[in-house]
């Protein structure tokens, strides 16, 4: 029996139960209470423990994960609890594909890459809308916010528009669910963060549905120089009119005010290997206590609106404002004094750079479709069409103090802080807007026995306009783009609960900067190829995914400094290609032991530059090699107790295009416990990084490493009431 008649059958049996009552009426039976639990339908609830949930981020409709003709990760809010993730790149280091915190623990930005790209500009989303950022216009979300975290993996502009052609990470926001609940928390960790949160929810008397998520920490992390302060609010308000219209209002208000430089920007040699004088200590702050800020101040309001017609046609609508103004200001290590590599004399001084900005966004994104299913013979269709669109504005301030009175210097082995700085005047000075306009058209089509085709069509109409610069008085630039994009899979779900399938699609990114002619940078542009296979048993406890990809990107941006003008130049000739392998797989043993594990092995080459020498290697800072496996038990003979334990393997990466700085990979252990008590209360501990292993996360050049996360404990009280 294939797994979308469930549905039917259980239903049908009901009515079949009603419908022959009376032929029994003479006797009496007495059976037992069965307790049925509703199972999650919306693609947007809580994961709990499904192998094969629901998700509206592969297709925009409600569809199981093996119909998806591409490869994808749910992670719940359980698992994000077992992890008390501080960010949630964090809660991404288990999952296949995905490279989680590439420059180590950096605490206002959740960095990652996916299939070999860099994805956190335009690879991120909320709640199915993108949550694009540019430059330093973006907007922070907190992992407490999250009812669950998607990872789409894979080109995806087909659905999205203008995106990442790795794929995309959808993090999708607690709502109402009209249950009676409240939840709080209090935690610490070694760093010396502490932070308080409440989850708290229930019905009005009217039959609407209220929902607040709230959290605030004292922050403190990898640096001398880091303690601050940080929070959000986030009520929500869901309820159903008189006409069958489900409304869903929600706001989120959230502050951070921290210093933050610490322990990043140092050289390869000093950290990946040693330097005349050893290593730089992990702990090094290449900072300074009197010039390091960090202050975001940020607002979204969000409406989601659905409505089922008597016809058949179901309208729904996603629109999010938001607004955010971010200051910061750091000096931060550049290599060694005079912007070399390996130290210049005795005293191991480091070059510094001075940097500060003051960064207004403003966005609005909004995504209206219409879907409904119908016959074609013996085709089932279900058929979406849909229109949304993205207006981005970024006004910027990028203030430093070029070479050579650039910040002062500091020595790697005897620092001394607290020298004045010199002033910082304005190179970048304007106002970039983008506006992104997309019509689509999706078919899931159904047929045979197991047959499954998913069909995608879009058209994008992109504006991108840059300012003439209030300082400078450098002319603007406006362009005008237009794409189509396309995806297509063909799959087959048989019997035993194994879907093989195929797919390709399409992906464009449209850019902002110009070219060293003048002229405006045309969107990137690729596709992808992918093969896999999924299953998940029929008993709910299993589930296998491996695919096999090949991605084409073109069309790339690149930078070169321009000694002569102090300045980059930019290029369009950049092309990259990744292929690889990915395999996730999870199974529940039934006897309290739960295993999962991630395997992605990659080819990821430059297939085109400017400089042909570049041209076969490896782009740098990503890593091609990854493995994580991780256990849950709960042991029979304590059952309110959970110990969880996982291994993750980083294979190796460059400091440079070139392929001359390599990276060494590393093997991190991480564990865990919980313990259930006093009816509601749970005590939560997690230790990152058990051997406190000191390893290079990435580096960015051969002047630029950043040192990954030591060990981390944390400890967290949880009660439910």
């Given at each position: 029996?294939?797994?979308?008649?469930?549905?039917?059958?259980?239903?049908?049996?009901?009515?079949?139960?009603?419908?022959?009552?009376?032929?029994?009426?003479?006797?009496?039976?007495?059976?037992?209470?069965?307790?049925?639990?509703?199972?999650?339908?919306?693609?947007?609830?809580?994961?709990?423990?499904?192998?094969?949930?629901?998700?509206?981020?592969?297709?925009?409709?409600?569809?199981?994960?093996?119909?998806?003709?591409?490869?994808?990760?749910?992670?719940?809010?359980?698992?994000?609890?077992?992890?008390?993730?501080?960010?949630?790149?964090?809660?991404?280091?288990?999952?296949?594909?995905?490279?989680?915190?590439?420059?180590?623990?950096?605490?206002?930005?959740?960095?990652?890459?996916?299939?070999?790209?860099?994805?956190?500009?335009?690879?991120?989303?909320?709640?199915?809308?993108?949550?694009?950022?540019?430059?330093?216009?973006?907007?922070?979300?907190?992992?407490?916010?999250?009812?669950?975290?998607?990872?789409?993996?894979?080109?995806?502009?087909?659905?999205?528009?203008?995106?990442?052609?790795?794929?995309?990470?959808?993090?999708?926001t607690k709502r109402p669910s009209g249950d009676d609940a409240r939840e709080a928390e209090f935690g610490v960790d070694s760093?010396?963060?502490?932070?308080?949160?409440?989850?708290?929810?229930?019905?009005?008397?009217?039959?609407?549905?209220?929902?607040?998520?709230?959290r605030g920490a004292l922050t403190d992390g990898n640096g001398v120089f880091e303690a601050g302060n940080r929070g959000?609010?986030?009520?929500?308000?869901?309820?159903?009119?008189?006409?069958?219209?489900?409304?869903?209002?929600?706001?989120?208000?959230?502050?951070?005010?921290?210093?933050?430089?610490?322990?990043?920007?140092?050289?390869?040699?000093?950290?990946?290997?040693?330097?005349?004088?050893?290593?730089?200590?992990?702990?090094?702050?290449?900072?300074?206590?009197?010039?390091?800020?960090?202050?975001?101040?940020?607002?979204?309001?969000?409406?989601?609106?659905?409505?089922?017609?008597?016809?058949?046609?179901?309208?729904?609508?996603?629109?999010?404002?938001?607004?955010?103004?971010?200051?910061?200001?750091?000096?931060?290590?550049?290599?060694?004094?005079?912007?070399?590599?390996?130290?210049?004399?005795?005293?191991?001084?480091?070059?510094?750079?001075?940097?500060?900005?003051?960064?207004?966004?403003?966005?609005?994104?909004?995504?209206?479709?219409?879907?409904?299913?119908?016959?074609?013979?013996?085709?089932?269709?279900?058929?979406?069409?849909?229109?949304?669109?993205?207006?981005?504005?970024?006004?910027?301030?990028?203030?430093?103090?070029?070479?050579?009175?650039?910040?002062?210097?500091?020595?790697?082995?005897?620092?001394?802080?607290?020298?004045?700085?010199?002033?910082?005047?304005?190179?970048?000075?304007?106002?970039?807007?983008?506006?992104?306009?997309?019509?689509?058209?999706?078919?899931?089509?159904?047929?045979?026995?197991?047959?499954?085709?998913?069909?995608?069509?879009?058209?994008?109409?992109?504006?991108?306009?840059?300012?003439?610069?209030?300082?400078?008085?450098?002319?603007?630039?406006?362009?005008?783009?237009?794409?189509?994009?396309?995806?297509?899979?063909?799959?087959?779900?048989?019997?035993?609960?194994?879907?093989?399938?195929?797919?390709?699609?399409?992906?464009?990114?449209?850019?902002?900067?110009?070219?060293?002619?003048?002229?405006?940078?045309?969107?990137?542009?690729?596709?992808?190829?992918?093969?896999?296979?999924?299953?998940?048993?029929?008993?709910?406890?299993?589930?296998?995914?491996?695919?096999?990809?090949?991605?084409?990107?073109?069309?790339?941006?690149?930078?070169?400094?321009?000694?002569?003008?102090?300045?980059?130049?930019?290029?369009?000739?950049?092309?990259?290609?990744?292929?690889?392998?990915?395999?996730?797989?999870?199974?529940?043993?039934?006897?309290?032991?739960?295993?999962?594990?991630?395997?992605?092995?990659?080819?990821?080459?430059?297939?085109?530059?400017?400089?042909?020498?570049?041209?076969?290697?490896?782009?740098?800072?990503?890593?091609?090699?990854?493995?994580?496996?991780?256990?849950?038990?709960?042991?029979?003979?304590?059952?309110?107790?959970?110990?969880?334990?996982?291994?993750?393997?980083?294979?190796?990466?460059?400091?440079?295009?070139?392929?001359?700085?390599?990276?060494?990979?590393?093997?991190?252990?991480?564990?865990?416990?919980?313990?259930?008590?006093?009816?509601?209360?749970?005590?939560?501990?997690?230790?990152?990084?058990?051997?406190?292993?000191?390893?290079?996360?990435?580096?960015?050049?051969?002047?630029?490493?950043?040192?990954?996360?030591?060990?981390?404990?944390?400890?967290?009280?949880?009660?439910?009431?």
């Amino acid at each position: 029996m294939k797994r979308s008649t469930l549905a039917w059958v259980m239903g049908h049996t009901a009515v079949v139960a009603l419908v022959t009552a009376p032929a029994f009426a003479e006797d009496t039976i007495t059976l037992e209470e069965i307790n049925v639990e509703a199972l999650e339908t919306s693609g947007t609830g809580p994961v709990e423990n499904a192998v094969n949930p629901l998700t509206l981020t592969g297709a925009k409709t409600a569809t199981p994960l093996t119909e998806i003709p591409q490869s994808i990760a749910v992670i719940g809010r359980e698992q994000i609890a077992k992890t008390n993730a501080r960010k949630v790149d964090e809660i991404l280091a288990y999952t296949a594909g995905v490279q989680a915190a590439p420059y180590g623990y950096d605490s206002d930005t959740n960095w990652f890459f996916l299939r070999g790209f860099a994805a956190t500009a335009t690879g991120a989303f909320v709640d199915g809308l993108q949550n694009y950022s540019y430059g330093f216009a973006s907007f922070y979300v907190d992992p407490y916010h999250l009812e669950r975290i998607e990872v789409l993996r894979g080109a995806s502009s087909a659905l999205y528009g203008g995106s990442n052609p790795g794929g995309l990470v959808n993090m999708v926001t607690k709502r109402p669910s009209g249950d009676d609940a409240r939840e709080a928390e209090f935690g610490v960790d070694s760093d010396g963060s502490a932070w308080a949160a409440l989850d708290y929810q229930g019905t009005t008397e009217n039959g609407a549905n209220w929902r607040l998520v709230a959290r605030g920490a004292l922050t403190d992390g990898n640096g001398v120089f880091e303690a601050g302060n940080r929070g959000f609010i986030a009520p929500s308000y869901s309820f159903t009119t008189d006409g069958g219209t489900d409304v869903t209002l929600s706001a989120s208000y959230t502050k951070i005010s921290e210093t933050h430089v610490g322990n990043a920007w140092l050289p390869f040699v000093g950290t990946v290997v040693a330097a005349d004088f050893g290593y730089i200590d992990r702990d090094f702050n290449s900072g300074e206590p009197g010039y390091d800020w960090y202050e975001r101040d940020q607002l979204t309001l969000s409406a989601e609106i659905a409505h089922r017609f008597d016809n058949g046609w179901k309208l729904s609508n996603n629109l999010r404002l938001g607004a955010s103004h971010l200051r910061e200001g750091s000096v931060y290590a550049y290599g060694y004094e005079g912007y070399a590599a390996t130290p210049a004399d005795s005293n191991n001084y480091l070059q510094r750079v001075i940097f500060d900005h003051d960064t207004k966004a403003k966005t609005v994104v909004n995504d209206t479709r219409m879907e409904n299913s119908f016959d074609t013979g013996a085709v089932e269709h279900k058929v979406m069409v849909g229109l949304d669109m993205r207006y981005f504005q970024m006004d910027q301030v990028q203030s430093s103090a070029a070479w050579p009175d650039a910040a002062t210097l500091l020595s790697a082995t005897n620092p001394v802080y607290g020298a004045t700085q010199p002033a910082t005047a304005p190179y970048a000075d304007n106002i970039i807007t983008q506006t992104q306009l997309g019509l689509y058209v999706q078919d899931q089509m159904r047929w045979g026995d197991g047959w499954i085709m998913t069909t995608n069509l879009r058209h994008d109409w992109v504006e991108t306009e840059v300012s003439a610069d209030r300082t400078s008085g450098a002319a603007g630039s406006d362009r005008s783009d237009n794409k189509w994009s396309w995806r297509v899979g063909l799959a087959h779900e048989f019997d035993n609960g194994v879907t093989p399938y195929i797919s390709a699609s399409t992906y464009f990114n449209p850019q902002v900067e110009t070219t060293v002619a003048g002229s405006t940078i045309s969107p990137e542009t690729g596709r992808q190829f992918e093969i896999g296979a999924k299953w998940a048993s029929l008993d709910g406890l299993s589930f296998v995914g491996v695919s096999a990809f090949n991605i084409q990107r073109e069309g790339i941006l690149q930078s070169v400094y321009n000694t002569g003008t102090f300045a980059y130049d930019y290029y369009q000739l950049g092309e990259v290609t990744s292929e690889g392998l990915e395999l996730e797989a999870q199974h529940d043993f039934g006897n309290g032991v739960a295993v999962k594990l991630a395997i992605t092995s990659m080819d990821v080459d430059i297939t085109n530059d400017v400089d042909p020498g570049l041209i076969g290697k490896t782009p740098y800072s990503i890593i091609e090699d990854q493995a994580a496996i991780s256990v849950d038990w709960t042991p029979k003979s304590a059952p309110d107790l959970r110990l969880t334990g996982g291994v993750r393997w980083m294979g190796a990466s460059w400091a440079d295009n070139a392929n001359t700085y390599k990276v060494p990979d590393v093997l991190l252990v991480d564990l865990g416990a919980a313990y259930e008590f006093n009816d509601g209360w749970v005590a939560n501990l997690s230790i990152n990084n058990v051997a406190d292993t000191t390893y290079v996360a990435s580096c960015q050049t051969e002047l630029t490493c950043y040192y990954g996360a030591g060990r981390t404990v944390s400890f967290a009280v949880r009660h439910t009431f």
